[in-house]
């Protein structure tokens, strides 16, 4: 009996960079998983730190790719969206959520837009709106502080928050998304970093060793480790926590590239220790 578990993964192909797909297929491919991409516009590198970059918008792909596999009933027991390519993707995602999933399909929409308490190139108030719209569709969120505050309309904080914000605006996702929560870059001490989980009724914290350097792409890698972990069947606290001693075991293997931080993290270097925490 064929009982790989098989995930939908709808982000874009920043062909260097090290971040969205070319991090999503690598590490949910490593924990066992069929991982069927929808590339939603392919660029030569991500747009955080490049200049220069190419982009091709892929929004008139997505339905055909879905219409397809609707036509040789394909079936996932996850979908996970991030990085969108256009404002209209938002809809689209909402089609191919209510067109893939099933009673026991997780969905997993990490809003990605921003991060340090800005916007991301490209993106508008418009377009968190949307995003914002859309997380009501998930079963979990993965926000960063950023992202968070756009899509609740909360002022950001720079460096460390209290646990009264953090509850404030935990409280604020909830009324967006009915879903569970895992909130990221939550800092209390100036020495330590993790994420604040939310599953309906109580708020957790989860916080590992914080290292000073900023790599790309480590939004990714997280929600990409949490979903693993999830779909391994770890509880959402359990793999909040996995996921962010991965992320510290990535950067411990990067901290030799400093300087380059737009190039993400070397997390290839670490699959055989993310099997080890994931028990497999
Ligand atoms: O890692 C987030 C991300 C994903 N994809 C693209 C990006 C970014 C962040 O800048 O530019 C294309």
């Known amino acids: 009996m064929n009982n790989q578990k098989k995930i939908a ?3 874009d192909i920043s062909c260097l960079g090290k971040c969205s797909l070319t991090v999503a297929l690598p590490l949910l491919s490593s924990a066992g998983f069929e991982t069927c991409p929808v590339p939603t516009a392919v660029l030569s590198t991500h747009t955080g730190g490049f200049t220069g970059f190419t ?24 979908i ?24 026991n399909t997780l969905v997993m929409i990490d809003p990605v ?8 190139s490209g993106f508008d108030k418009k377009f968190v709106t949307g995003m914002a719209n859309l997380c009501r569709m998930a079963d979990i969120i993965v926000p960063n502080i950023t992202e968070a505050c756009f899509m609740t309309d909360t002022p950001y904080i720079d460096g460390v928050q209290t646990p009264q914000y953090i509850e404030n605006l935990v409280k604020k996702l909830s009324s967006l998304c009915e879903g569970k929560i895992v909130l990221t870059g939550v800092s209390f001490e100036e020495d330590k970093i ?4 939310f599953d309906g009724s109580s708020i957790n914290y989860i916080f590992g060793k914080k290292l000073n350097v900023a790599y790309h792409g480590t939004g990714d890698v997280f929600a990409s480790t949490l979903l693993a972990a999830l779909l391994h069947g770890f509880s959402l606290e359990k793999s ?9 075991e990535c950067i411990l293997r990067t901290m030799d590239t400093v300087g380059k931080a737009h190039y993400g993290v070397n997390f290839e270097l670490c699959i055989r220790t993310l099997l080890d925490m ?3």
Not at 113 to 120: E, F, I, S, T
Not at 194 to 197: K, L, R, S
Not at 240 to 248: H, N, R
Request: proline share 1%.
């Open 113 to 120: 837009m921003a991060d340090q308490g800005v916007l991301y």
């Open 240 to 248: 909040a926590g996995i996921a962010i001693d991965f992320i510290i």
């Open 55 to 78: 982009f091709k918008d892929l929004t008139d792909q997505i339905m055909p790719i879905a219409n397809h596999w609707k036509s040789i009933d394909v079936k996932f027991d996850a």
């Open 9 to 11: 993964a709808i982000h």
């Open 194 to 197: 993790g994420a604040a989980t």
């Open 80 to 103: 996970y969206s991030g990085y969108l390519g256009s404002f209209e993707q938002l809809d689209l995602m909402e089609k191919f959520i209510n067109m893939f999933s099933e009673k």
């Open 278 to 280: 994931l028990e497999i």
